[in-house]
């Protein structure tokens, strides 16, 4: 296993790749790794001849300062599972290979930029949308992977694809979780264990409310009920529960088992802020 961390290093492996006719998939990280990452990475190796891992800790998606600074890092044992797991390249650039200068582009996405994380994150998927940009570019994929966890980012990256014409295609890969129904995410690692048992509310919304609306039920009384969980627990704050479009983000007031749906929720448990998602009608 190969550690790039100059873009210029690859460039010589890239054009022996495509010479031989081998196809790149990129797995775009910010590290702390899970199996839910590995799950891209096998996807990538089954999908692919070659595959490339980047671990960047993007700086301009964070809205929040102390949420950057307190993001897990457990590079050593990251670069241990991807060389078990077979992926033959790890891009590891610094903030000044990806940020040689500071970024003047803003990109809108549209009404993206205003529902449930663009609403509570301002700015992040401006971040986002610059960061995987310059990953396409200096790495120039086919495939680039990555988890239905992040809903929307997966939306955000599609429209980028799109408007830019990148040439590559993505994959979505769906959500690991662990045995108990909990989204495998990095931040799950700041969870403490009175904390990590509640973070479970999440999932068991999403099963309940998945449940009440193929029984029938009222969305927006179902939405209800589901906040007034959260309100019975001073330790988890919720900031979205919504049934929505899973392409355009459409907020949806009334449930249709004919259109494309999905719940997406995000909530504090503590001061760690969790997302998650669960495809109702695909």
Avoid at 17 to 34: D, E, F, K, Y
Avoid at 79 to 97: D, I, M, N, T
Avoid at 135 to 140: A, E, K, P, T
């Amino acid at each position: 296993m190969k550690l790039i961390r100059q873009s210029a290093e690859w460039n010589p492996f890239w054009l022996n790749h495509l010479r031989n006719n081998q196809q790149i998939g990129l797995v775009p990280t910010m590290g702390a790794l899970h199996d839910g990452h590995l799950d891209l990475v096998s996807k990538s190796r089954s999908s692919c001849g070659v595959t490339i891992v980047s671990i960047f800790v993007n700086p301009t998606q964070f809205n929040n300062l102390e949420d950057f600074q307190k993001y897990p890092n457990t590079l050593d044992q990251d670069l241990k599972r991807l060389e078990q797991a077979g992926v033959e390249y790890v891009f590891l650039p610094s903030v000044e290979e990806i940020y040689p200068t500071p970024t003047q582009l803003k990109f809108d996405f549209g009404e993206l930029e205003h529902v449930l994380e663009g609403k509570f994150r301002p700015g992040h998927f401006n971040g986002v949308g610059v960061v995987v940009s310059k990953l396409f570019h200096l790495i120039r994929p086919h495939i680039a992977f990555f988890g239905q966890k992040d809903l929307q980012q997966v939306a955000i990256i599609k429209r980028l694809v799109n408007d830019l014409s990148f040439d590559l295609k993505l994959e979505v890969v769906p959500t690991r979780r662990e045995s108990d129904g909990l989204a495998m995410s990095s931040r799950n690692l700041r969870l403490n264990k009175e904390d990590r048992e509640k973070a479970l509310i999440l999932f068991n919304c999403l099963t309940t409310a998945k449940a009440e609306l193929f029984a029938g039920k009222n969305w927006l009384e179902t939405q209800r009920k589901i906040e007034l969980e959260f309100q019975s627990d001073p330790t988890a704050k919720l900031e979205y529960f919504d049934l929505i479009h899973p392409d355009t983000f459409e907020t949806y007031t009334t449930f249709d088992p004919s259109q494309k749906s999905s719940i997406c929720v995000a909530a504090f448990i503590g001061d760690i802020r969790l997302i998650d998602n669960m495809p109702i009608i695909s």
